[in-house]
């Protein structure tokens, strides 16, 4: 027997990640998974920098570089994420292995054991995994149609505080968050900002999605609303560039990026100079507006398909989430339907889906599960959600008649 | 203030990292850093490969890959591996972020606050901020000519345990150790195994100069020698490949990969796919072995160079290594001299080193450096050290007479 360290007891692979075994079978039609559509990475356009990068400027792609990543690079995000009106310097910006890798950092740098993070229910189950690793204490919080309950965080924050763990961070996706789709309105983001403040609170501002917005007028991003220097955004260039590249960032008040970019030299020196040398590219010589218009346009499509498939074929105990961008579809079924039990049955009708518990902090959320539209052309969503539609018939019928609802 | 956590009390960043800002003037001949040379880098192969993984598998290399890493290159390395004779399998190996990201992970899989690590006086400096994040006694073991003071060694052991902390790790650079450049003779590599077997103790075999031998045969790695299930393997391509693609691998036993996967997943869900697909071409479509010859012809002369231009204009107080391979040389000189006060005037005669001071896990060794030879060339070599031995002789005839020895 090894003996590994106190933190490494009950921490488990993502769900999801194992999941993905299944959904490689050809005949599966699979909303499992948080990919992007390869069909929206800009293939020729990589393909073409990439050779001049590592030709004619192997210096600056192929040695390494400095933790807080290219220069260029931050020079071109603070840039982007001024136009987004998130006040932010290239000197305060960190370029990290995708947000995941800056969700690792911020546990690191804030995290005691029993420390309190306040998350919603549910919330990314990529944030719960890092922070995990720091023994905090998760606090769930509801998540309601506009963004989390706040009266219940205001009411967690103290009792956490009785308790004696000390609250630090509050974990927050307000755009189309990963699993539910739901958007925080604006009213609820300034609340939000003023609990951070009276509560003397950080607040990570994850926007993986923020620029896949398919209806509807945006909200001004917590980044940009935010007076007193309480939070930290998240970001990532994996759905509005390519995966692979695991290009992230790291925005916030200085003396946090400081300490980031000293943890970030522990945890792996610098990222890749290649991969940041085709971001920076991305940004300066890319349409990249009329990029994210397209890929909108590509997911839009989806979207309303999903959603229209669904109308058609679930069953009237079926409700969902209606979200105008990001990638992910929310479903809830009668509390005594187990999806986590009822996913043998969907493969065997060649359908994936990811089971919704994982991604609730407290453990709940056994009638939920998540949908992403992102990879199955609308045929295969039209199929799959009629699949689907069955396996959630079928799987009533077996429940006692007074568990159907 | 911002309440950061306990661990990062103290952590600071490296001296070297910070250094580079000033070695960075054209005129300054700079043996400090640790970068491999890119006149070695494969510029034109790689950006054949770059653009062809791009146009022609995008999928594989723009897309998200496994935790683990690429099935491609866990096999192709452990077909690499198993001809150095170390005993490892496809399963057993995990991609990492070069290999900083697995001295990162397992300090997280093996260290709670207060256990002991067990490092030569110096080591690599890297593993020292790794491991620190996790709040370890780091024991200090002098190292000698042909490896660790093993007597030494094996009294802290005992002395760890007997004062409460548990033993968990010793981590070794066997071959061409950065800062010293010391290679393990074959005896010590065994009565190690041997140590780590009776006291149940991991060792971490950190490999990165392995393939940089210019002269001599080598010796087999722990990992080849290791009977027991007790080494980890560390390597990464930096030094042979590109620095910037940042790709390393971890190897050893089945429960310890599994459990660094797990960790991984939360620390940055995985690595680049590209540049992971660009490894994979690099040892499946390259001539590697002449390429490697190559490299070692190339830095051969330059360490040629420094021993030489060392033994012609460094005063008789100065002692220093005289490696059979990797990227540095260590110089060691009176007590009294200290590296760290001497670098400004260094500087001001426009020549670099790094002190060796942050090397020491005890907080010794200001009367050392480390110079590396990679990115001068030779006659830059010969100049700088002829600078170097200058400002060594104007500092040695500041000291009080009684100190100059």
Redesign the interface.
């Known amino acids: 027997m090894?003996?590994?360290?106190?933190?490494?007891r009950g921490?488990?692979?993502?769900a999801i990640?194992e999941l993905l075994k299944y959904t490689e079978q050809a005949d599966i039609i699979s909303f499992a998974g948080g990919?992007?559509d390869?069909a929206t990475?800009p293939?020729?356009f990589?393909?073409?920098v990439?050779?001049e990068e590592?030709?004619h400027n192997?210096?600056k792609?192929?040695?390494?570089?400095?933790?807080e990543g290219k220069r260029p690079l931050r020079e071109a995000l603070a840039k982007w994420l001024s136009e987004e009106g998130i006040k932010t310097t290239m000197e305060n910006i960190v370029i990290?292995?995708?947000s995941?890798?800056g969700l690792?950092l911020l546990g690191?740098?804030?995290?005691?054991a029993g420390?309190a993070v306040f998350v919603s229910l549910p919330t990314y189950l990529?944030a719960l995994?890092?922070f995990?690793?720091?023994q905090p204490t998760l606090v769930g919080i509801p998540l309601e149609e506009d963004g989390m309950d706040l009266d219940f965080l205001r009411r967690a924050i103290r009792e956490a505080r009785r308790a004696g763990h000390?609250p630090?961070l509050i974990y927050v996706v307000p755009d189309f968050q990963n699993p539910t789709g739901i958007t925080w309105s604006e009213e609820k983001r300034r609340e939000l900002l003023k609990i951070a403040e009276e509560e003397d609170l950080?607040v990570v501002e994850d926007i993986p999605y923020r620029w896949l917005r398919y209806r509807g007028e945006p909200f001004p991003t917590l980044g940009a609303m935010d007076e007193g220097n309480r939070v930290i955004v998240l970001l990532t260039f994996?759905k509005i560039l390519?995966?692979?590249?695991?290009i992230g960032a790291l925005t916030g008040?200085e003396?946090?990026v400081q300490?980031i970019?000293?943890?970030k030299?522990?945890?792996?020196?610098?990222?890749?100079?290649?991969?940041q040398r085709l971001a920076v590219r991305f940004l300066t010589d890319y349409d990249v507006r009329g990029h994210i218009a397209r890929l909108c346009a590509h997911y839009k499509t989806k979207l309303e398909a999903m959603l229209s498939a669904l109308e058609r074929y679930m069953p009237e105990e079926a409700e969902w989430t209606k979200p105008e961008g990001g990638l992910f579809v929310w479903a809830k079924f009668p509390e005594a339907l187990d999806t986590e039990k009822m996913l043998p049955r969907a493969l065997s009708h060649k359908v994936a889906y990811v089971p919704g518990r994982p991604f609730f902090a407290d453990g709940s959320g056994q009638n939920t599960m998540r949908l992403s539209f992102a990879l199955a052309t609308q045929e295969e969503i039209e199929e799959g959600i009629k699949r689907l539609g069955q396996v959630v018939k079928e799987e009533l019928l077996a429940l006692p008649l007074a568990e159907r609802r």
């Open positions: 090894v003996q590994f360290a106190e933190r490494t921490l488990k692979r993502s990640r990919l992007p390869p990475f293939v020729d990589l393909a073409k990439a050779a590592i030709l192997s210096l792609s192929l040695q390494y570089t400095t933790t990290t292995n995708g995941q890798q690792d690191r740098a804030f995290l005691d420390d990529g995994q890092a995990r690793a720091y000390t630090k950080f994996s390519a995966a692979g590249l695991r008040p003396e946090i300490m970019v000293t943890l030299q522990g945890a792996d020196l610098c990222g890749s100079s290649l991969t």
